[in-house]
């Protein structure tokens, strides 16, 4: 069954646009950038997150640039990101973090360590900017996984767990990017457009009560 989803999505999702962390590699394949956006993109929507980048990376091109600007200036660029006050202060520690490492980590143990950095945000950082086998697991991945019945997780951990145990290796760097396409265009948290999914005769549909 997994195959199928995934050859199905591989197809079917090119029609829809990448995922904002797809555009920075695609873009520039700059590690600072895809760590930075990565940070910023949590609990923030893709078209706020691209618009805040933009931004930012217009006056901070590089790890020094960012030790140069103050908590206040950092706020100022990243607003209106969620939580920009407290990932602001992030920023602001994250230079004196990466001269520690000499460059930014690329294992799960030691950017997880970073400021402002959990597990989904490293995961998605070995993928992108390290071309890494990792998988990403955000509200998309943990809520697909479970609807389609491949999994039965209660929280993004458990489910990164299971994945990691139960996934082929070969899709792990692919999940994110699909699912999240999938979730953002087809597989909404309330009310799933099950009629135009793709991938809807694979699906247990565990825990929708209401679709389109």
Not at 101 to 129: C, E, H, M, S, W
Request: charged residues 35%.
């Amino acid at each position: 069954m997994i195959d199928e989803v995934f050859k199905i999505l591989k197809r079917e999702t090119k029609k829809y646009k990448v995922p904002l962390i797809e555009f920075v590699k695609v873009q520039d394949n700059d590690p600072f950038k895809i760590l930075i956006a990565t940070i910023l993109s949590a609990r923030t929507n893709d078209k706020t997150t691209a618009e805040v980048c933009k931004r930012l990376f217009e006056k901070v091109k590089n790890f020094k640039d960012l030790e140069k600007l103050k908590v206040e200036e950092i706020e100022k660029l990243i607003y209106p990101v969620g939580f920009y006050k407290n990932k602001a202060k992030s920023l602001k520690r994250l230079p004196e973090k990466i001269k520690e490492f000499k460059g930014i980590p690329n294992n799960i143990d030691d950017l997880i360590k970073l400021p402002g950095v959990g597990r989904k945000t490293a995961n998605l950082v070995l993928v992108n900017a390290f071309d890494k086998d990792a998988i990403g697991v955000d509200v998309h991945v943990h809520r697909i996984s479970n609807r389609l019945g491949y999994v039965k997780t209660k929280n993004p951990g458990e489910t990164e767990k299971i994945l990691r145990e139960k996934l082929p290796r070969k899709y792990w760097k692919d999940i994110n990017r699909l699912f999240v396409m999938l979730g953002q265009n087809i597989c909404k948290p309330v009310s799933p457009y099950c009629s135009k999914c793709p991938i809807n005769k694979y699906c247990k549909k565990v825990g929708v009560k209401k679709t389109r």
